[in-house]
């Protein structure tokens, strides 16, 4: 059962959720038995109340008595995906106010009724003025608003005022908050992955919005911050007002976007604190504060195990130890059931071993098993520097051969691959390497230097000198 689409998409449902869920199962399929007896089943095994999850069980569990026939029990669980499917569309959509009231306006078009159109129309303007959210699909919005107001207009009198500037300039606005957005996305993305994007007529875009009063549209607000803090990385006063704009507009946006408007900043923390600037890295602290604290940064009230490894990694990185162990600590029960041990320990052993206590981040990473393939190998790689540092040779050479075969086997790593194997590969120099023969150590320093695929440089070159 678990590798179905009904249980994968099941198991990322709080508990809230679950409830929900279950109450509308219940009443809207009150006399399908099947049905009902099979999400009965699913919850006592995503409750953990029964273990068993293959599907023998759950037939005998859904068709009671019957012989066991694997189309009629495939059928059951597709009739139930639907039916959950269902239940979220129509969850999802009563919470958007804007959206129902566009659909019904629509509908009431489509029947002439002028007066439920009037009205509609109405309150579809109300909720537009006092909308609470006010990203980028809710420029849209805004404009299919004025387009409407338009066609009422035009069909009372066609030669009185009408509203099409208004449309023009929201169509425009809707059109440079949409581009910046997605120009910030491109820009974030290329400097990760050296990949060049055609960024389009951003100067013709910056020339049109220094007429627009910009603190009347949040999104196109925070977007040209963003991307004028992307564009002059090194320059303090704009990646400040960047902050500032997103605590003056965060609240009109979603959590997921606003968790993304956040880390588009965080970045560019990381890579000046990458290059030594301890500064950006305390600032890079005090963002993520204000995401965990506004919770933009929790999915479901659970943060990621990256999310929590990063966190950590900053505040070591500067320094703040105290940090780390309070932040790690503090957000345990946040984790995932299936990634909180081995994120826990994973980042007790970071703290551990920055703070040289070797022998005790080496306990914790032991216990840091991920199925994630990329942590799995960054808690190995730490794991190989912990025995290095303890002159452990026999057990890092037995370490490494465990990584090589471990990358062979996993086919799914990618570019990754060549850095794991470098660091593989560099550790076994370090280990035959004779550090009194210094023509050969400055060769090596060289070497890794140069090496274009390298993600632990700063640590081999510590380890020459």
Not at 231 to 246: C, V
Not at 266 to 280: H, T
Not at 414 to 430: D, M, T
């Amino acid at each position: 059962m678990e590798g179905t689409k009904l249980f994968q998409l099941l198991a990322t449902f709080s508990a809230k959720e679950m409830d929900y869920m279950s109450k509308t199962i219940k009443h809207s399929f009150a006399q399908n038995y099947s049905l009902q007896y099979l999400w009965t089943h699913l919850e006592t095994i995503l409750t953990g109340t029964l273990t068993d999850s293959t599907k023998s069980t759950a037939f005998a569990n859904v068709f009671k008595g019957e012989k066991y026939n694997d189309q009629k029990l495939r059928l059951c669980i597709s009739q139930l995906y639907k039916a959950v499917e269902q239940s979220i569309f129509k969850k999802e959509i009563a919470q958007k106010e804007i959206l129902q009231a566009i659909t019904l306006l629509e509908f009431y078009k489509s029947k002439s009724l002028t007066k439920h159109y009037h009205s509609q129309l109405k309150k579809l303007r109300a909720l537009v003025d006092n909308a609470t959210i006010q990203d980028v699909a809710f420029l849209d919005e805004k404009t299919i608003v004025e387009a409407e107001i338009y066609e009422l207009l035009i069909s009372k009198k066609r030669n009185q005022d009408l509203n099409i500037q208004n449309i023009l300039d929201h169509t425009d606005i809707s059109y440079y908050a949409k581009k910046l957005k997605y120009i910030c996305t491109a820009m974030a993305h290329q400097a990760v992955y050296k990949i060049d994007y055609d960024l389009g007529d951003i100067k013709g875009i910056l020339a049109k919005l220094e007429a627009v009063e910009m603190e009347k549209y949040p999104a196109l607000a925070i977007y040209h911050s963003c991307y004028q803090m992307l564009s002059n990385p090194d320059d303090l006063e704009k990646f400040s007002f960047f902050r500032s704009q997103l605590r003056a507009y965060q609240q009109y946006f979603k959590r997921e976007e606003l968790r993304t408007i956040y880390h588009l900043g965080i970045n560019v923390c990381i890579k000046k604190l990458n290059k030594g600037d301890k500064n950006f890295g305390r600032i890079g602290l005090e963002m993520y504060q204000e995401a965990l604290d506004n919770k933009s940064m929790m999915i479901n009230n659970k943060i990621t195990r990256y999310t929590y490894r990063n966190i950590a990694m900053m505040a070591i990185r500067v320094g703040d130890f105290k940090w780390a162990e309070e932040f790690t600590e503090a957000f345990r029960d946040h984790l995932s059931k299936a990634y909180k041990k081995a994120a826990y320990h994973f980042n007790r052993a970071l703290i551990n071993y920055n703070q040289q206590q070797l022998d005790i981040a080496l306990e914790n990473i032991i216990e840091a098993d991920f199925k994630d393939h990329l942590i799995n190998l960054a808690a190995k790689t730490l794991q190989a520097k912990i025995y290095y540092e303890l002159d452990e040779d026999n057990l890092l050479y037995s370490h490494l051969d465990s990584m090589e075969m471990y990358i062979i086997r996993n086919k799914v790593l990618g570019y990754h691959r060549e850095n794991y194997r470098n660091i593989i590969s560099y550790l076994k120099k370090l280990l035959k390497h004779n550090p009194y023969d210094k023509d050969r150590t400055q060769k090596l320093k060289d070497k890794v230097t140069e090496e274009k695929t390298l993600t632990e440089r700063a640590w081999f070159l510590k380890q020459l000198d």
